[in-house]
Nanobody, 122 residues
Framework: VQLQASGGGLVQAGGSLRLSCAVS????????MGWFRQAPGKDREFVAG????????TYADSAKGRFTISRDNAKNTVYLQMNSLEPEDTAVYYC????????????????WGKGTQVTVSS
């Protein structure tokens, strides 16, 4: 199983980035897929998730109204569109898959990608 995150980079505050997570060995429509992030010195935290059953989405409060998670079943890829980025969004962003439930916890996701760095300058 591989989850390959990409699309990170350096952006100014107020800018946008779109992260991609290409999945192999799993089917994105059959797993709950999530994006998490980890800033230096902080715990990994949930950002956004998309449920396996109906594709409905859920977001951390910090992401609501600014970030959008989506998936393309044909490409077996999950995306995170991030708008109105803030310096506080600076972190390594990880995609992850939950093959069992939709608990959205770093401790319960079954598969992880390596992460992509997002840096937002002020």
């Amino acid at each position: 199983v591989q989850l390959q995150a990409s699309g990170g980079g350096l952006v100014q505050a107020g800018g946008s980035l779109r992260l991609s997570c290409a999945v192999s060995g799993r089917t994105v429509g059959r797993d709950a897929m999530g994006w998490f992030r980890q800033a230096p010195g902080k715990d990994r935290e949930f950002v956004a998730g998309i449920r396996r059953s109906d594709g409905s989405t859920t977001y951390a409060d910090s992401a609501k109204g600014r970030f959008t998670i989506s998936r393309d079943n044909a490409k077996n890829t999950v995306y995170l569109q991030m708008n109105s980025l803030e310096p506080e969004d600076t972190a390594v962003y990880y995609c992850a898959a939950d093959a069992v439930g939709t608990r959205w916890s770093p401790r319960t996701m079954n598969y992880w990608g390596k992460g992509t760095q997002v840096t937002v300058s002020s």
